[in-house]
């Protein structure tokens, strides 16, 4: 069965598994920008996790990419979340990826040591704070 495009994601089929990821995106009263992954953020789902992450940072100099309630950090989700990183600071912006301490994400993106290093936060309140300051 082929993969099918909805609303906020894709879902697959694979060997009777389905994979799937939800993305939102939304900007807050402070204008900062932030694009949510729930799921699963594999090779299946990291177009869409690109694509939402390319349309905000062609406006957008403040990104905060939040995967607290991903599921799985494959390779390839990894790499966009990197490649995110590395055009935000290009363009002289942030970005900051909220994981929990003991989060798979936090754990794949440590053992894959990208340079320079990801802005891995745990914490909401402390990327606001260090918006303001």
């Known amino acids: 069965m082929p993969a099918t495009r909805g609303y906020g994601g ?5 060997e009777g598994v389905v994979m799937a990821a939800e993305i939102t995106a939304s900007r ?4 900062v920008f ?3 992954a729930r799921g699963e953020l594999d090779a299946v789902t990291a177009p869409d996790l690109a694509a939402a992450l390319q ?5 957008e100099r403040a990104l905060i990419i939040d995967v607290r309630e991903a599921d799985l950090l494959a390779v ?16 002289g912006g942030r970005c900051y ?3 929990g301490p003991d989060h798979v994400a936090r754990r794949v ?25």
């Open 10 to 14: 894709v879902v697959g089929l694979t």
């Open 28 to 31: 807050t009263a402070d204008g």
């Open 55 to 59: 349309r905000a940072l062609a406006t």
């Open 76 to 91: 390839a989700g990894a790499r966009v979340l990197i490649a995110a990183a590395h055009a935000c600071a290009a363009r």
């Open 109 to 133: 993106l440590d053992c894959l040591d990208p340079r320079p290093p990801l802005r891995l936060v745990a914490d909401p309140d402390d990327i606001m704070r260090g918006q303001r300051a």
């Open 34 to 36: 932030t694009v949510v």
């Open 97 to 99: 990826v909220l994981a």
